[in-house]
Structure formats: C-alpha cells, structure tokens
C-alpha cells in the first residue's frame, strides 16, 4: 500500500498522513478498502460512497416576501447557503476531507458593526468608568485624604502587593451595615479602597488596633488571619500604613 | 471502524500552517489553562476557608486564579473559537494568520510569567488580577490582535451578507483591549484609589458581558444552526441581545461598589440600566429556544449544544441575580460580599465554560477529523453545572447573610470575625454555606477536568471521521 499511497499522495500534493488518514476513513464509510479507494483518488475508477462523508449542502432557506403571518414557521431572514462557485476561494477539499459551508445572514455592513461598537465603548467607559472617577462632590471641610509618612506609602504598597484588598476595603460607606467603622470615605480617598469585604474593613484600623496588635494579626499568631512572612522592613512599612490609617479622627 | 494511532496526524495539526490549526491551538491551550486556573480557583475558595493551612493566601491565589481562567482559558478558547468560525463566515481566509499564531504563544507566555508574578509579589494587588506594567502592556497589544485578524478577514470576504455571529464576534474582538487598555490605565500614577476601583469593577464586570457573554453566544448561535441545519429564530432578538450585552457592562460592575465614593447619581441610574444584562441574557435564551423548537430530541444527544443550551440559560440566572442586586435595597445587603464571588464564579467557571465547550466540542472533532470523545461528556455536563450552580446559590447566600449581619453589629458577621448580637450567630452559618460553596467548587473542578479529558481524547483517541478543511488555492499550488 506504501507505494500506491505514496504516488496517490504526490498526485494530489497532499502529505501522506493526511492521505492515509483520510483513505481509511473514506473506506470505512464506503465499505470499501483502502486500496480501493487510493487507486481511485490516483486516477482510477472511482468508488460510489455509499453513505455521503460530507455533509450535504444546507437547505437553503431564501429571503421571502410572503406576509409576516406565513413566515413564522420558517425563519425569514437568514440564508444558509453554500457560496457560489465562482465566487468561494477555496480549492476543491482534498480527498476525505470537506469544506464546510459558509453560514451567511442578509446583506449587512460589518463596518456599522465595528464603529456601532467603538461607539458604545465610549459611552460605557464615559458612564460607568470615567463619571464614577471624577470627584463631584462640592467642596467641604471634611476630606478622606490622610497625609501617610514615607514609611507607610511603602507599606501600601506591600499591602497592595500582598493582595490584601481582596479580602479588606479601605471603603465606609453611608449605610447601617457600615455604622462604627469610621468617617464615610469620600471621592478623594487616598487608601486602597477594595471591592470585597471577607475580613474587616480597614479604612480607620488604626485607632481600634495597636502596632503589636496589628504585627501579631498580619504573622497569622492570634486569629484566623492567613499568616503573611514578610521581610522586617516590610513589616515595619505595613503596620506603619495600617497605623497610619485613620479616617476618623484628626482629619479636615 | 478502529480506533486510530495516537499520534496519527496530531503533529501536522501542531505545526501546520493551515488557518484551521490556528483555532484548534487555541482550543487545546485553552483546555490546559482551564485545568490550571480551576485548580488555583479551588485553592483560593479553599484558602478563604481554611486561612491559616495555605502557604500562598487567598490575596495572591485569588488573582492568579482569576488571570489564568479569564485570559488563559476563556480569551484564548473564545479567540480559537473565532478563528474557526471567520472563515465559514466570511468565505475567507484568515488574515494574519501568522500574527495569530504569534499572539497565541504570546498570550500563553504573559499569563504564565504573570503568574509568577504576582505568585512572586509583583502583582499591584488590583482586581480581578493587578499585572505589572511591563506585563499589561505586551498583553493590551496581543489582546488586540483577534481585532486586526477579523476586521482583516471581513476585508476579503466574498459576499456582503453577514450571519448574526459576526456581530458578536466583532463586538467582542473590539471590546476585549479597549477593556484591557481601560483596566491597564488603572496603573497610572495620576489615577485617584477611586478611580483604580472602578476602574477594576469595570473591567470585571466588562469582560464578562462584553467579551465572554457576547462572544460565547455569538458562537453558539453558529453552532446551534450548523449542526442542526436549521434557520435562526429571530434575527431581531439576537441584535436586542447583542447590543444590550455591549450597554450592560457598566452597571453591574458599578453595583459593587455602590453607596461608595462614587457620584450619587450612580446607584438610581446603574439600577434601571443594569436591566440590560438581564434583557440581553434572556433575548438570547429565548432565540436559542425559539430556534431549537423542534429538535429538542436532537439536542438531548449532542454534548455540544446541549453545553450551550445550559450555558444560556445559566447565563440569564446570573445575569437576573447581577441585575438584582443593582437596586439600592438589595446593594446595601450584597455589596462587597461574597455575593459578587459567587456571580463572577458561576459567570466564569459556569457560563464561560459551558459556551466554550458549546463551540469546542463543534469544532475539535471537525478540526481533526476525529468524532468527539464522548465518554466525559455528560460528566462534564452534569459536574459543571451542578457545581456552579451549587457555589452560586451558597457563595451568594454566604453573601446575603454576610450583608445583614454586619446591619445587626458592624463587620460581625464577616467571614472571619465576630461580633455583638444576632450578628454573631449569623457568622457561623456563613462558614458553614463557604463550607458547602467550597464542596461545590470541588465538583466543578472534577467537571473542569472532563472537558480537558474530552477535549485531548478526541485529539489523541477520537475515531477517525471525516475532516473539515479550508483549502485555499495557494495552498493546494504550495
């Protein structure tokens, strides 16, 4: 079969894995063998298939201008079709394999479509990303920025590194389930302000808990709290932000 | 007919150049990336139960989690889906083929090493997943090669006549890096904590309608009418859907952070728009429905539309449950709370799955000429749904009580703390339903790993059956 499969396959320029394959395929579904059917594909006598490899064409349900009551059994506007000949670029499939057909709906322009989109992209990010951002309260004599030490602007940024605002906000929001947590945080807020709340919220942590307290939480020693090995230096930066996170008091 | 060889054809599959293969990597990486992120999900949950046993906490699981599953296995899968179906859209060839086996490798790579780093420390420590810079910008640019490919491959197509599935494949491929390049401003320095916030929930909440919903659905509405040769229902319904999945993205990311920092106009306006997921969701079922009318019988055995089918429809009880809890009663309960864990679980791990599926399991065997694996199928099925929907219901529950507890003492009843009055009591049944979540994120992951074994089943051991194959004339002259 080697030497049939060989020339079958330098005749019609396929690889030869890609021959075999397909040959066996194809003679299990005529009921033939693959001998057979790579004479055949050779440029012999052809093999009758008895049951189709490829799939048929799909019914082509065209555009109809019957009145609306007639057309909810068959779906008036989409067309499936394969592409006219003259017009499809693709060669004919080799042998054991099919093209598919190519699923087309009613003239259209994509373009719409694209600038459509591009367009509500816009309006989405000017609505739900940009508006929300911009500070629109009036000004006041109260404001959630608190002046953190060096110090604690490096601890930030491990605590931000850490992933602890996945489980903290640094958010009090002007609702009863937020009452005793501390100042409501307002638009210029400069603490991490998070999204989730799995553990205690830390916008004011600093008056309700001492540095060992904090030290002591963050190692996992005294709660349930996931035990974080940090660096001394980090460790000092951390509680120094934690520390430092007073939204309550002293501010304005 | 024999099975065939292992190793019968796969190479020429890997390293052929025929547009074909560029769709069917994708789908196979995507396969490896959902068994990956699965496993780091189920730690992360695992890890918000049980925080004191983890060496990684849930800070870092959760992002790495959340970047291997929503880039490495929903973008790199729905992308692969769209590389197989532009051609039979369009009659066309890919355009940059080349650049879309590049952007393949390169998406796969950044994922990994972000991995790394945030595994590392690296990470910024934003939602859902904080890259570094040097990490975000390749990724802003790869995300938006699928863009270039298709707004290519309609360039050359051969008729002017559009399937509904190329609106949504459009939206999608469009919108994917203008949400990235939005969530990656998030690190500019200027940039106020508020405005990183929204700016996560944005793209959270954006790359689940604007990308997952959008494109699986646009995939299934392809899938749905090519193996069943039957006419879309409504062609109408899919634009209501298509276009009010694109307006949805706002609010429902908004919602979580409502009576926050934000402009108070945000929480009346983002309840009453927030009802386009819900609409856009259930216009798309009810398309899906109205066009199976029928051939119900005939969708009960195949895996493929059946995937697609419940993911839908677990897509519009997501999506009422997100639009939910929009209105300000229900926010000032939900908002912040394990309710929002369970939506993006069920939306990612559930949804996301189950459409990606939907197209893979039509497309894998016809992109290498092997019949689908089906001994995993309806494991996958029932495992996948049954989980998420299990972690939906007890996440979001865990959530609720979570919500009234701390109304009964401040913070009492969040996860681990404790607290004054019937908040405390509260606190044990929210352990107990994380508990219950965490058994069901088990089962989902069991479910994660028979799609990855059907999927390399067909690959490796599917029977032989016929191949689908784009020749073009210049590669039959090649």
Not at chain 1, 32 to 57: F, K, M, R
Not at chain 1, 178 to 201: E, I, K, S, Y
Not at chain 1, 206 to 221: A, F, I, K, N, P
């Amino acid at each position: 079969m080697s030497d049939l499969l060989a020339a079958t396959s330098t005749t019609l320029g396929v690889p030869e894995d890609l021959v075999r394959r397909s040959a066996e395929a194809r003679a299990a579904e005529a009921g033939s063998n693959v001998d057979e059917i790579l004479t055949a594909w050779g440029g012999g006598e052809a093999i009758v298939v008895t049951s189709s490899a490829a799939p048929e064409p799909p019914p082509s349900v065209e555009v109809s201008s019957e009145p609306p009551a007639q057309q909810e059994d068959v779906a008036p506007e989409i067309v499936i079709e394969t592409p006219p000949a003259q017009t499809a670029p693709m060669a004919t499939a080799p042998p054991g394999t099919y093209q598919p057909p190519v699923l087309v709906g009613v003239p259209d322009k994509p373009g719409m479509i694209i600038l459509g989109a591009i367009g509500l992209f816009l309006v989405v990010l000017l609505m739900g990303l940009i508006g929300p951002s911009v500070a629109t309260d009036e000004p006041g004599s109260r404001t959630s920025e608190i002046p953190y030490s060096q110090t604690a602007v490096n601890g930030q940024r491990v605590y931000a590194s850490l992933g602890c605002a996945a489980c903290h906000t640094q958010m009090v929001r002007p609702v009863v389930a937020d009452v005793g947590l501390g100042a409501v945080t307002l638009n210029d807020t400069n603490q991490v302000v998070g999204d989730r709340r799995f553990g205690p919220d830390l916008s004011d942590v600093g008056t309700r808990m001492t540095s060992s307290q904090l030290e002591s939480t963050v190692t996992g020693d005294t709660t349930t709290h996931p035990p974080h090995n940090l660096a001394p230096k980090d460790m000092t930066a951390l509680v120094a932000y934690l520390l430092e996170s007073r939204n309550s008091g002293g501010l304005g | 007919m024999a099975d065939t060889p292992n190793s019968d054809n796969r190479t020429l599959h890997v390293v052929g150049e025929d547009d074909s293969r560029v769709a069917a990597n994708h789908l196979v990486t995507g396969a490896f990336f959902l068994v990956l992120g699965g496993g780091l999900q189920l730690l992360s949950l695992m890890s918000l139960r049980f925080a004191d046993i983890f060496p990684i906490t849930y800070g870092r699981l959760e992002p790495m989690a959340n970047l291997t599953l929503m880039i490495g296995f929903v973008s790199i899968s729905l992308i692969g889906g769209i590389y197989y179906v532009l051609p039979r859209l369009t009659g066309a060839r890919l355009n940059f083929s080349s650049l879309a086996r590049f952007e393949l490798f390169g998406i796969a790579g950044l994922v990994l090493v972000g991995l790394l780093a945030i595994g590392f420390g690296f990470g910024t420590g934003g939602q859902p997943f904080g890259l570094p810079w040097w990490i975000n910008l390749p990724m802003t640019l790869l995300l938006a090669v699928p863009a270039l490919v298709t707004i290519g491959t309609i360039s050359n197509r051969t008729e002017n006549r559009s399937y509904v599935t190329l609106w949504f494949v459009l939206g999608g491929v469009i919108w994917l890096p203008l949400l990235y390049l939005a969530f990656f401003s998030g690190d500019l320095p200027y940039l106020s904590s508020t405005a990183v916030a929204y700016t996560d929930v944005f793209f959270s909440a954006g790359f689940v309608t604007m990308f997952l919903f959008t494109v699986g659905t646009g995939l299934f509405y392809y899938t749905m009418v090519r193996e069943l040769d039957v006419s879309l229902a409504s062609r109408q319904l899919a634009l209501v859907g298509f276009w009010s999945l694109g307006f949805a993205a706002v609010w429902w990311g908004t919602a979580q952070l409502m009576f926050g920092p934000g402009p108070s106009y945000l929480s009346g306006v983002g309840a009453a728009l927030g009802l386009a997921f819900p609409i856009g969701a259930l216009a798309n079922a009810a398309n899906a429905s109205l066009t199976l009318e029928g051939a119900w019988d005939k969708v009960r055995d195949r895996p493929d539309l059946r995937a697609g089918v419940l993911g839908l429809y677990l897509g519009v009880g997501v999506a009422v449950m997100a639009a939910l809890a929009g209105f300000r009663s229900i926010a000032s309960v939900a908002a912040l709370t394990g309710f929002w864990q369970a939506i993006e679980y069920a939306a990612i791990s559930g949804v996301g799955t189950l459409l990606i599926a939907s197209v893979s399991f039509s497309a894998v065997p016809r992109l290498f000429g092997r019949e689908l694996y089906t001994r995993r199928t309806k494991t996958f099925l029932t495992l996948t749904l049954t989980g998420s929907v299990g972690v939906l219901v007890f996440m979001a529950a865990s959530g609720l009580v979570s919500g009234y507890s701390w109304i009964g003492g401040s913070n009492s009843g969040a996860y681990v703390d404790v607290g004054e009055g019937w908040g405390a009591g509260l606190a044990g049944s929210v352990e107990t339903m994380m508990l219950i979540a965490v058994g069901f994120a088990i089962v989902t992951f069991f479910g994660q790993l028979a799609y990855a074994a059907t999927i390399i089943g067909t690959v490796t051991q599917g029977k032989a059956a016929t191949q689908e194959v784009l020749v073009a004339k210049a590669t039959v002259d090649e």
